[in-house]
């Protein structure tokens, strides 16, 4: 019902904006529709053309052989009208247009006299085709020999008089011509014309976020995402950027977020994610916020030159969105909708448990000889309740104690043995991911103003059960010219998200046996109660019947059913700004940035839920004899838990720009402006609401901070009625200038000069106002006289950069930080506070020193195309944990102390092949990129061993990576105990090649004896791309490539035994009962009461790290445009179907089938399926 009023709405929204936007003031297709131009830029004809088809809803009628040899044009930056634009390009070459409609058709200025008079003529009529059929407008026919002609019409047609038995000849820009004799008699010749292409070069222009730069005048290291790129199915912009930017690493997510790495890893502590900048201004929810389908380019900014001008958040890169420009011209509707799906989980990778039968063999052999610490001790009948333990080992239990018969045990174990609750679990828990995605757009306007307005509506249900999303995006863009010299700009965005978690996560599905069944064979839930407790001695020595609530039964799926647990987000960002043109190539540009984010959340468990039943019971009052009955200290009702997060950001901006030609050969490019920005964020943590009625919206009672209280097993506890509260703001002021300076079309010098104060830095002027700046110098030296014989080189250019950006962190402070607690002390009842940061005096930004030497080129009309990077970056004053004298409270505190190198290079080459014309064209390329990281300054004077093995954040060393994976090398099997009576226990190899036992740590520093295996971060990386068009179809793939790194291994995980340890034994046991101990740990043979130490070592032994190079099959794309013969007779612009399919699979360098990026136990993305279509009228 809901969707049917959404598709409703839709209905009657696309007919409001038909009548809103139809009704505007303009004058249909009229040659005053304008045209923006950015930047001063020389600009090809054709990419005009496109140019005008991209602001306008023109379309042109051509084709490219016509305009082979035309002249490039140099164009102002500014606005033109179409009109004045074409005469400006084409009356020079002499090429003449016409409007037709929304056509503008394009021909060669020919001598034509419309009729011939002979005296003896023929009357011949025809229809003239490409190869395809479709009609072909504007065609010279002219007769042989002779100036008379004609011109076919918009469908093709012809009509022309002359003297039999002699020839007509026809041609067409882009075709070669073709002559034909006229026999007598004949009345009616169709011809078809075979299609001649030639390729012209791409104009490349790259956004600063500030400014935007034709790649022939930009000295940075920039890339430019193609657009057919941009125009794939997804549901954000992320997924559009994987494998096809050198230099830009990402790690995918199973649901699909995306992390990107410019340039390997810039920062230890802080934020290491690149800036992203939407249509000039750095915007909240990142990329997850912006329409993907309103998405008119990406450039990834990578080197100083390039980002510099974002000062101290631009370390990590930068990338920069512009979404599609506003249009002129009559209503324009265009529609896309696709269904993404893929398969369930693959349980056997995402939990790769034993069987039941080899969990229960390993259950039994500890239980009956104490192998695993704790499990062999009858459990006492009165105090462990609430230590729960598997079927199979409360069996062997409850058999020990005389509860049950031996035989009794055994046909438990043999039927437990005999279970799997795999399908179940994909019944029941898991569900199919799919995605539902819809998009409209409409565009229109008048002669002084164009709007945009698009709406994104998308449903996704994820890999559990339970778990659901919404999403709304809404946006609008207008321009309006006010005046000639004077333009206003407009932009909102409304977001509306709408997650639902009630599903179970995989570490539920983890902590599963086989053996746990769901549902009984009649269909009806199992009581999983025993889950949570020992429920022999629950049933024996407590009277549950006496408790508020008698039902102590648990199933996870009643517990899905009876929760509600929701965040819901309402988004919106708006941008307006003004265009003052004060001089020929001066401008003054205010604008301004507002956005405000709200996420609301919600989790109500209704009273029937296990949350509730076991809370109210668990908390109520009994002094433990079975006779008595207990006391509820909290109402009966349901539980509602809600927060609050609130985000409130602006930025103002002032900006004078000049950009203009002096002369022939001076090309100045300056902006310089202000910026002050200040973002806040507060969240609101409301204390749980005890014996809520979701009806009524009402509680029981209201509870009070109280006295200590006492739960059913005697501990002291406080119910929480404390608000909980967090305040943040940031604030920047920022001033930036950028000069750039081109002689001749040849040289180019650049610089640019930020300097950010903040909140966030020390208050000290000499670290507050520290400045980031850039120079770079770049050389066509394709363009150089010595060059002109060499053809074969459309573009040859040098680029060299050297300056600073900068990055910040956020989790310190120049001041000491505490951190109040919301509840008092449960024992003193006084309000209690802990310190959070003992503060950095001297606390100031992170800065990257970045120099960059870079080539462009194309060869031979764009057949081989490419750039190559090399650079080094040197990341100083960076935030790391430092060692202190103890003297100050702490040994260890946040300093800027450590610095960091990356150096690496980057290659990227492609290829346009025209095989026949436009009609079959494959077109590839392939990036490949290396980057060597090393921390190269820190100070900390002692590491444990487990802070190198974990990999926690204080596990940076100096010299290293810092993403080195350290080890324990395992030693084999060393007896601690006597030759007459041995003691087997694994070992390590410790300082000086020593055996140490898992139960005993060197003494020293872990890295006297941990070794580092590699790092686990690809420092070499590779993306290949490769489409194909065939007449109305086009085919694509995308594989990307990861090289020189590590992963440890899915292993043995060495479960113990023990009071409410519930042992889960994975799919590696078989691999330690098989393996040799030398080689792999076993299983213990003895008593061990030690064994929980084990896993202390155990995931981190030199032998579970392998190689991590991989080749993955990310993407694979069908598309089918219909003709455009076919596409007129249905009224439409334009109708693509497409079929694509991602994650399809990969070549894994290990022996073990571990997907590095998902190693077995985690989540990993199932191949994704996408069907869709769009189309525009």
């Known amino acids: 019902m809901g969707r049917l009023l959404l598709l409703a709405g839709m209905k009657n929204f696309i007919l409001y904006c038909t009548v809103a936007f139809g009704l505007g003031c303009y004058e249909g ?17 054709k990419e005009v053309f496109h140019l005008i088809e991209s602001q306008t809803d023109y379309e042109f009628i051509y084709r490219p052989a016509l ?31 016409e409007f037709y409609n929304n056509t503008i058709i394009v021909r060669e200025k ?76 004949s009345s009616v010749i169709d011809v078809q014309l075979e299609e001649s292409v030639t390729a012209l070069e791409e104009v490349v222009l790259a956004s600063t976020g500030y400014q935007t730069i034709s790649r022939e005048r930009a000295t940075g290291a920039f890339v430019s995402v193609a657009k057919e790129q941009l125009e794939k199915p997804a549901s954000s912009v992320a997924e559009r950027l994987v494998g096809v930017v050198p230099g830009l690493q990402s790690t995918v997510g199973a ?35 912006i329409n993907p389908n309103d998405v008119e380019s990406i450039t990834v900014l990578k080197d100083a030159a390039a980002a510099s001008i974002w000062g101290a958040k631009s370390a990590n890169g930068v990338i920069v969105v512009t979404s599609k420009q506003s249009k002129q011209g009559k209503l324009r509707v265009s529609v896309s909708s696709f269904v993404k799906t893929s398969g369930k989980l693959d349980l056997g990778y995402v939990n790769p448990i034993a069987t039941g039968a080899e969990v229960i063999d390993y259950e039994q052999k500890g239980f009956d000889t104490d192998l695993f610490g704790g499990g062999s001790n009858p459990l006492p009948p009165a105090m462990f309740i609430v230590y729960p333990q598997s079927l199979a080992v409360t069996a062997m239990n409850e058999a020990r104690l005389g509860r049950i018969t031996p035989e009794d045990r055994d046909a438990t174990l043999a039927r437990l043995r005999g279970l799997n609750n795999q399908k179940q679990i994909r019944d029941y828990l898991l569900e199919t991911p799919i995605t539902q995605q819809y998009n409209v757009a409409v ?11 698009s709406i994104l509506l998308e449903d996704r249900k994820t890999f559990f059960k339970g778990d659901e999303q919404e999403r709304v995006l809404i946006n609008y863009k207008n321009q309006t010219d006010l005046k000639d010299w004077l333009t206003f700009d407009f932009s909102g965005m409304l977001g509306y998200e709408k997650v639902k978690t009630n599903g179970v996560d995989l570490n539920f599905i983890h902590d599963l046996q086989p053996y746990d069944m769901l549902v009984n064979a009649d269909g009806s839930l199992t009581d999983m109660s025993y889950l949570h407790y020992y429920m022999p001695n629950m049933e024996a020595f407590v009277p549950m019947d006496k408790f508020p609530y008698p039902d102590w039964s648990y199933n996870p799926i009643s517990e899905i059913r009876n929760r509600d647990r929701t965040l819901t987000g309402l988004n919106s960002r708006f941008q307006a700004g003004l265009t003052f043109k004060m001089l020929e190539g001066l401008m003054f540009s205010p604008r301004i940035q507002y956005e405000l984010f709200n996420t609301r959340g919600r989790s109500y468990y209704v009273e029937e839920s296990f949350t509730v039943r076991n809370y109210i019971n668990t908390t109520s009052r009994w002094n433990q004899d079975y006779d008595t009955s207990p006391v509820a200290n909290i109402p009966k009702g349901g539980f509602l838990a809600q927060s609050k997060i609130r985000v409130r950001a602006y930025s ?10 002096l002369g022939e050969k001076h090309n100045i490019n300056f902006i310089a402006g202000s910026e002050i920005s200040d973002r806040v964020r507060e969240f609101t943590q409301n204390p749980l609401a005890y014996g809520y009625n979701e009806k009524t919206r009402t509680i029981v009672e209201s509870l009070t901070p109280s006295d200590k209280l006492v739960d059913w097993g005697g501990n002291s506890f406080r119910i929480p009625t404390a608000h909980g509260f967090q305040y943040d703001t940031d604030r920047y002021f920022s001033l930036y200038g950028n000069l750039g300076y081109t002689f001749d079309d040849r040289y180019t010098v650049t610089g640019s000069y930020r300097t950010d104060a903040s909140n966030l830095i020390s208050d000290d002027p000499e670290y507050r106002y520290s400045p980031f700046w850039s120079v770079g110098l770049g050389w066509q030296l394709g363009r150089e006289g010595f060059m002109d014989k060499r053809e074969w080189i459309d573009r040859l250019n040098l680029r060299l950069t050297y300056g600073y950006n900068g990055n910040v962190d956020k989790s310190t402070s120049f001041l000491p930080l505490i951190n109040i607690n919301a509840e008092p002390d449960l024992y003193t009842g006084e309000n ?55 003297v100050h409270g702490t040994d260890r505190q946040k300093l800027n102390s450590a610095t960091m190198s990356n150096r690496g290079f980057e290659i990227s080459l492609g290829t346009v092949l025209p095989i026949k014309g436009e009609d079959i064209v494959w077109s590839g390329s392939v990036n490949y990129s290396y980057n060597n990281n090393k921390i190269t300054e820190l100070y900390k004077n002692f590491y444990f061993a487990s802070e190198l093995s974990q990999g926690v954040t204080e596990a940076y060393v100096k010299g290293y990576d810092a993403s080195t994976l350290w080890s324990y090398r395992y030693a084999g099997m060393v007896n601690t105990g006597t030759v007459s009576a041995p003691h087997l226990l694994p070992s390590f190899y410790g300082p000086d090649n020593e055996k140490f036992s898992f139960q005993n740590l060197p003494p020293g520093d872990g890295r006297q004896y941990l070794f580092d295996q590699g790092t686990r971060v690809a420092p070499r990386t ?71 130490m084990w896993g202390e070592f155990t995931p981190y032994l030199d032998y579970l790290t392998v190689n991590a190079s991989h080749i993955r099959f990310r993407e694979i794309s069908l598309g089918y445009s219909l003709p455009k013969n076919v596409r007129a007779k249905l009224g439409v612009y334009t109708l693509r179907f497409f079929a694509q399919a991602n994650h399809v699979g990969g070549i894994f360098f290990n022996d073990y089938g571990e997907d590095p990026e998902y190693p077995m136990g985690n989540l990993k993305p199932q191949p994704v399926f996408t069907f869709g279509l769009d189309f525009s009228f």
């Open 443 to 453: 565009s229109g306007g008048g002669e002084h103003i164009a709007n945009t307005l």
């Open 1022 to 1092: 590779l993306g290949l791309i490769s489409s194909l068009k065939v007449y109305d179809f086009d085919f694509s793939f995308i594989i990307t490539a990861r090289f020189g790194h590590v992963f440890r291994r899915h292993g043995f995980n060495y479960h113990p035994m023990g009071d409410g340890n519930v042992t889960h034994v994975n799919k590696r046991y078989r691999e330690v009962l098989d393996s040799d101990p030398s080689e792999v740990v076993p299983v213990p043979v003895d008593a061990e009461g030690q064994y929980f």
């Open 110 to 185: 020919e001598g034509i006299s419309g009729v011939t008079t002979a005296a003896q003529t023929v009357d011949i009529r025809g229809t003239v085709t490409d190869s395809k059929g479709n009609p072909l407008p504007g065609v010279t026919v002219l007769v042989k020999g002779g100036e008379n002609g004609v011109v076919t019409d918009f469908d093709g047609n012809y009509h022309i008089e002359f003297v039999a038995g002699g020839g007509l000849s026809f041609s067409f820009m882009g075709f070669t011509p073709r002559e034909v004799v006229v026999e007598a008699g």
């Open 255 to 289: 649901y699909g977020l995306v992390n990107f790495r410019v340039r390997g890893q810039s920062s230890l502590l802080a934020d290491a994610q690149p800036l992203v900048v939407y249509d000039g201004f750095p915007v909240e929810g990142g990329l997850e916020s």
């Open 67 to 97: 305009l082979e040899g035309a002249s490039p044009v140099k164009i102002a930056r500014g606005e033109m009208r179409t009109g004045d634009l074409l005469d400006k390009i084409l009356a020079p070459e002499y090429f003449s247009y």
């Open 29 to 45: 297709f009229s040659q005053d529709a304008r045209v923006r131009i950015d930047t001063d830029v020389v600009l090809s004809v």
């Open 652 to 661: 103002f901006r002032n900006q004078l720009s000049f950009d203009r030609t």
């Open 832 to 886: 209690t506070a802990g310190i959070s940061d003992y503060g950095n005096p001297t606390l100031r930004w992170e800065r990257t020193r970045t120099v960059n030497w870079g080539l462009d080129f194309s060869f031979f009309g764009r057949k081989l195309y490419g750039t190559l990077d090399l650079y080094d970056r040197k990341s100083t004053d960076l935030i790391a944990l430092q060692s202190i004298p103890s």
